[in-house]
């Protein structure tokens, strides 16, 4: 999964990072400052109108030294103003930690006892991961995964999966047009989420049937009814780490590979394979990585790394784990900037 949806343009290599210092670079006080306010809520008690670091304190429970101490450097970097009689506000910047929504820029997720923010803070395990190059530094860190752990959240879950349909809301109606859904009869969408991508493939195809198999059918189930699509959807509790219903004419794996190791990314595409059998097809809907690294998202593919252990992959990289389990491309369509692989394993393919 894209957690990012910023492509990262702009400067060359040789330019990034010119206008900021390394001090700057390398700081992780400003960002744990951040954090830590927005954990605290302190952005909503001034805008309440507690104002002084003792009103502050006594509103979030803390220690009215060390908050103060904490708020002063958030005015130092920009985040909060201080006037003379010690009243903190929120700067342009800082008024940007009130935001309800920004997709994952949403500031819920800097809270560290959220599921993304704790995977954040996962990073201290990265000299660990770039010394064994196999540790899940989320789960080192917590002792469980993070689908585990979001799982147990439901106000994270669903917030979640909702960044992600926001990013699929706006990519569906492309996607159902640059590939013959129809001719498939049924498709299963394979950790499909909140149901997003099949509710739009099927208003398109009104022929077409599909279910969504992800870790929890609720969110799904409770789209297909609202869209009154309950008679040709269905939702299903499972994981596509075990076998999956047979029998559908294509199998969809959307934003699904880069949150897996290799191994796992075989695992899931062969038991796609294994359903959809020779007839079949297994769709990879993705926006993978470009061939030249310079493009690359680096930031979403190291979160991808401490988060669960996966990869931003390329294409072609996608196109070899797929055929270790016998699938080879059959058609590759664009679908505004994602592309649609479509794999199968027929020996004509
Ligand atoms: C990055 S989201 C992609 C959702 C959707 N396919 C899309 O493109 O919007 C990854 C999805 O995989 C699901 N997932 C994670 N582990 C799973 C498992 N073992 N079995 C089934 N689904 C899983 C998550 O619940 C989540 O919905």
Redesign the pocket.
């Known amino acids: ?1 894209a957690i990012s949806e910023t492509p990262a343009t702009g400067p060359s290599t040789s330019e990034r990072g010119s206008g900021r210092t390394l001090r700057e670079l390398s700081d992780l006080i400003t960002p744990m400052t951040i954090r830590v306010a927005v954990t605290l809520r302190i952005p909503q008690k001034i805008s309440e109108g507690e104002l002084t670091a003792e009103a502050l304190a006594a509103a979030t429970n803390s220690d009215p030294d060390v908050l103060e101490r904490i708020l002063l450097h958030l005015v130092s970097v920009g985040v909060l103003t201080r006037d003379d009689d010690g009243r903190f506000g929120l700067t342009r910047v800082g008024d940007q930690l009130l935001l309800e929504d920004d997709g994952f820029a949403n500031p819920d997720f800097l809270d560290l006892n959220t599921v993304v923010g704790r995977a954040e803070l996962s990073f201290v395990r990265l000299p660990d991961v770039a010394r064994s190059g196999d540790i899940v530094a989320y789960s080192a860190q917590y002792g469980t995964g993070f ?1 585990d752990d ?1 799982g147990n959240e439901p106000s994270s879950a669903t917030h979640f ?1 909702q960044v ?2 926001d ?2 809301q706006k990519r569906v109606q492309e996607i159902a047009e640059s590939y013959d859904w129809g001719a498939l009869g049924s498709v299963v ?6 149901g ?2 099949l509710a739009g493939l099927l208003r398109a195809h009104p022929g077409l049937r599909g279910t969504v ?4 059918a609720g969110p799904a189930t409770r789209t297909f009814r609202e869209a009154g699509l309950t008679g040709r959807a269905a939702a299903l509790s ?4 075990e076998p999956l219903p047979p029998g559908a004419g294509g199998y969809v794996v ?3 590979q880069s ?1 897996w190791n290799d191994a796992d990314v075989r695992t899931i595409l062969g038991h796609c394979a294994h359903a959809a059998g020779a007839a079949g097809r297994v769709i990879v ?1 993705d926006e993978f990585a470009a061939e030249e690294g310079v493009r690359t998202d680096s930031e979403t593919d190291l979160r991808m790394l401490m988060y669960y252990g996966g990869k931003e992959r390329t294409m072609e990289q996608v196109r070899e784990l797929a055929a270790d389990v016998g699938l080879s491309v059959r058609s590759l369509r664009r679908a505004a900037d994602w592309t649609i692989m479509e794999l199968s394993s027929a020996r004509d393919g």
């Not at 969408?189 to 909140?194: I, L, Q, T």
């Not at 198999?213 to 929890?216: E, F, N, Q």
């Open positions: 999964m689908w979001l999966d992600m349909a990013g699929m969408d394979v950790g499909g989420g909140n997003t991508l198999v992800d870790r929890d499972g994981s596509f780490l959307s934003r699904i949150d809907v």
